[in-house]
């Protein structure tokens, strides 16, 4: 700011002098010209030729004084003889030559001719030019202040504005597209609004503020989320390991080493989560998507699922619809949210599905106890349990869900839990039948 004054004050010193020189020396020239120049007109003419009108006429004919007037380009006026004449220095000799010359107060030729002595007396002159007008002269001095004021401006500030230009561009570029270039290129297109952009850089960098401090938060819980988890099999394998070596027969090994293999399933199983869900939360997008078949997929889901927990009936209903998708990932979020209404179901599961619009529409529902609605968003962080005393068994460690969730935003789609027509929990996800590739920022 303060080269910018500073460079307003070294034009417009400059500026002021040259504009007094420049008007000084205008005004001394238009003088000098006024008062040394001859006529342009033959006053002697115009005399004679006023004098013979009148004397042809018994009256005093104004309006043909005027003509003659006009017809030379001069001006004239009718004065009163007896308030003028003793404004002269010389009465004598304006009496015996008729007339007066002299130059008036803004340098204009005039004379004075008496015709019809005493009865009439004519000021004539020089019509004045544009330049001879010393209120226009100081009007066209403050013009040419002003324009060469306008002018040392704009040289002064033109390479502030050519910068300021380049700033407006740069913000423009970052909020349409998240880039920048160096402020010394400059871009091509006129910038927006300087309030409006800094308005949108600052609603950007608050929300990539907000971003960044969410996901240093959910990295926090994820660690802590892990290391949790990795306590119990790790204790399990610490102590099945040091009672293998005091074991006292080979069914008592055996059942060691049934726990080691158990617990280091757990922790390749918790391994293969956190990768998994990592991938999906933190940008690392998959493109692997197909086309196929949803009976087919659910089918499979099905079978599995039954192999597995048998004791509850699955049942399902549906169209049949083919969506382009991740079909693995789709695959695995349905098995997630088939497993986990398996686990709290009493009797029965039921998965359905049918085209919302452009999009297909799953939901999982079971004849559990439920989920209290205060709790229905809770469940999908990271390493959440409603009831801590469940069993790794029953509920899992705790990332199913976040998973879920994860693939459903991958697949521009969303997922929520509500209540069940059956009397439980039901989780319904809604996704586009056709794939969208994400983009990476």
Same mark, same amino acid.
């Given at each position: ?65 005027? +003509? ?29 030559? $008729? ?31 544009? =330049? ?8 066209? @001095? ?18 502030? +504005?050519?910068? =300021? ?66 306590? @119990? ?8 390991? +040091? ?130 609605? $205060?709790?229905? +968003? ?12 469940? @069993? ?5 460690? $705790? ?6 969730? @994860? ?16 009397? $439980? ?17």
């Amino acid at each position: 700011m303060k080269t910018l004054y500073f460079r307003c004050i070294a034009f417009i010193i400059p500026i002021l002098i040259f504009w007094f020189i420049l008007t000084s020396w205008l005004h001394s020239y238009i003088e000098f010209d006024s008062m040394g120049h001859t006529p342009k007109v033959d006053f002697k003419i115009v005399r004679e030729k006023l004098k013979q009108h009148i004397s042809q006429s018994t009256e005093i004919d104004y309006e043909g004084i005027r +003509e003659i007037a006009n017809e030379y380009e001069i001006s004239v006026n009718v004065l009163d003889p007896n308030e003028h004449f003793i404004n002269f220095p010389e009465p004598t000799e304006f009496k015996r030559k $008729g007339f007066f010359e002299f130059f008036d107060e803004d340098n204009i030729y005039r004379q004075l001719i008496q015709l019809k002595e005493p009865d009439l007396l004519l000021e004539l002159s020089e019509k004045a030019s544009l =330049l001879q007008n010393s209120g226009l002269l100081d009007f066209i @001095s403050l013009l040419l202040l002003i324009a060469l004021s306008i002018t040392g401006l704009y040289i002064a500030i033109n390479p502030f +504005e050519i910068q =300021l230009n380049n700033v407006l561009n740069n913000i423009s570029l970052l909020n349409s597209n998240g880039k920048a270039s160096r402020l010394n290129n400059t871009q091509p297109g006129t910038p927006g609004d300087i309030s409006r952009e800094l308005d949108i850089l600052t609603e950007n960098l608050n929300k990539l503020v907000e971003s960044r401090t969410s996901l240093l938060v959910a990295h926090q819980d994820l660690l802590h989320g892990v290391a949790h988890e990795f306590r @119990s099999p790790m204790a399990r394998l610490n102590f099945a390991v +040091e009672m293998l070596n005091t074991a006292k027969s080979g069914v008592d090994a055996d059942s060691l080493y049934e726990d080691i293999c158990t617990a280091l399933e757990e922790m390749d199983q918790l391994v293969k989560e956190v990768l998994q869900y990592s991938r999906l939360q933190h940008g690392d997008k998959i493109r692997e998507y197909n086309t196929f078949n949803v009976v087919k997929l659910i089918r499979s889901v099905i079978a599995k699922q039954k192999s597995i927990t048998p004791r509850i009936a699955i049942n399902y209903e549906g169209e049949d619809i083919e969506i382009q998708a991740i079909e693995y990932l789709i695959e695995r979020a349905i098995v997630n949210l088939a497993r986990n209404a398996c686990h709290f179901a009493q009797h029965n599961v039921l998965i359905s599905w049918q085209r919302q619009d452009n999009d297909i529409q799953i939901k999982v529902a079971d004849d559990g106890i439920g989920i209290p609605p $205060g709790k229905r +968003e809770l469940i999908f962080e990271p390493f959440t349990r409603l009831d801590p005393s469940r @069993s790794r068994e029953s509920g899992g460690i $705790g990332l199913g869900l976040s998973i879920t969730k @994860s693939i459903c935003t991958n697949h521009h789609g969303t997922i929520t839990a509500g209540e069940s027509p059956l009397g $439980g929990a039901e989780f319904c996800i809604r996704i586009p039948t056709t794939y969208k590739v994400p983009e990476i920022i």
